[in-house]
């Protein structure tokens, strides 16, 4: 029985170091296909920003399979990848709760938290649905966008004036990179489930950063930032 733990644990250990080959090549991919289509500020208007955002939520809600799907290597990274990604972004959220913060930040933060609860039970449905077991392969790794509990101590450290800016910097970076990844999930997935939810989480992300954006009182994004 010792035996058999022992290789099973060897197995996925292989598997995670696979893995985070696969999610190297589809940030890869993600940035080619976004330097190719253009990647940044969203021109849409506020009010389409969340008309967008609605509706890629209301999407979401049909999106748990209730039949088996096939994941390639693409698919299994961008899932491992997004559910700690969108897991840190509801750490830093909850965060905010006991922190005093701009309300037009705090309301929109509010619409994030529930739309990425409902993308982590979608993703997580998925991987279900495709017979895969979740594995946590970037913990410990500072990934592009990913919030860190280096980032949530800097958060708790950070004055009262500075905590909503610092908190709508962290959350902008994991808005813009997920974008980056669902366009290389859409371009190398093999998944249409998976696919079509990608395209719904990166229509919502579109939304968001806008929204983010555009808020009163909201800061100037660099060019391309």
Not at 36 to 54: I, L
Not at 173 to 202: F, M
Request: charged share 20%; hydrophobic share 45%.
């Amino acid at each position: 029985m010792d035996e058999q733990i022992m290789v099973e644990r060897r197995g996925l250990r292989v598997r995670a170091g696979r893995l985070v080959g696969v999610v190297a090549t589809l940030v890869a991919t993600a940035v080619a296909v976004g330097l190719s289509q253009g990647w940044g500020r969203t021109n849409q208007a506020p009010a389409a920003s969340s008309a967008a955002a609605s509706s890629a939520a209301a999407s979401s809600a049909a999106a748990v399979p209730t039949a088996p799907v096939v994941l390639n290597g693409t698919d299994d990274a961008f899932i491992q990848l997004l559910i700690p990604m969108n897991e840190g972004a509801l750490a830093l959220i909850d965060q905010l709760d006991e922190r005093p913060a701009d309300p037009s930040l705090r309301a929109l933060l509010g619409k994030v938290r529930k739309a990425h609860r409902a993308e982590l039970r979608d993703l997580r449905g998925l991987l279900a649905a495709g017979n895969v077991p979740e594995l946590n392969i970037h913990e410990g790794h500072q990934m592009p966008g990913m919030v860190t509990e280096a980032s949530l101590a800097e958060l708790r450290a950070a004055s009262d004036a500075e905590v909503s800016s610092r908190a709508a910097g962290l959350i902008r970076a994991h808005l813009a990179q997920t974008v980056v990844l669902c366009r290389g999930e859409q371009t190398a997935g093999g998944s249409p489930e998976l696919k079509a939810l990608a395209g719904r989480i990166q229509q919502a992300r579109a939304a968001e950063l806008n929204s983010l954006d555009n808020r009163p009182g909201a800061p100037t994004a660099a060019p391309g930032g």
